[in-house]
């Protein structure tokens, strides 16, 4: 019994340690559209940033974006480009920028910011002030995108 104790504990101490981590949507740093600097202390997972990828309730990323190892997968939009190769195309910190907000390195483009707070115009009341991604999901995403290399 101690020792279910110590790990509930334990892993209490890790959670909240690793929320302790995580960037807030308003203290985001850009440097000329890239993101440097991981949003968590947690790496990200490239199995779930493909599952919201393809979530039509979270990334919805395939509604614009081609991308052929997803070729199954209905509904390919043609508004974004290809992200075949896009990790050969950006570095880490560039897609970080991306998808947190695409406006930055993209006057004009109809992406939504993904990780962005209060100046995010949301119209349904329950999403207002939310963003559509969180961190996690937003470095599970980038490690994701940086498995599309050219074949």
Request: charged share 25%; proline share 4%.
């Amino acid at each position: 019994m101690k020792h279910i104790a110590w790990a509930a504990f334990a892993l209490i101490l890790g959670s909240s340690a690793a929320m302790a981590d995580v960037v807030k949507p308003g203290d985001v740093t850009f440097d000329e559209g890239a993101v440097p600097a991981p949003l968590t202390g947690q790496a990200g997972v490239a199995e779930e940033g493909r599952k919201t990828f393809i979530s039509r309730k979270l990334g919805n990323c395939l509604a614009c974006h081609e991308n052929s190892e997803m070729k199954l997968e209905q509904f390919h939009g043609e508004v974004g480009p290809s992200l075949d190769g896009v990790a050969d195309r950006w570095n880490e910190a560039e897609l970080r920028g991306i998808i947190i907000n695409s406006k930055n390195t993209y006057e004009g483009t109809i992406m939504p910011g993904f990780y962005v707070g209060e100046d995010f115009p949301r119209t349904a009341k329950q999403f207002k002030g939310k963003t559509i991604l969180t961190a996690q999901q937003v470095e599970d995403v980038v490690a994701y995108l940086k498995t599309l290399k050219e074949q």
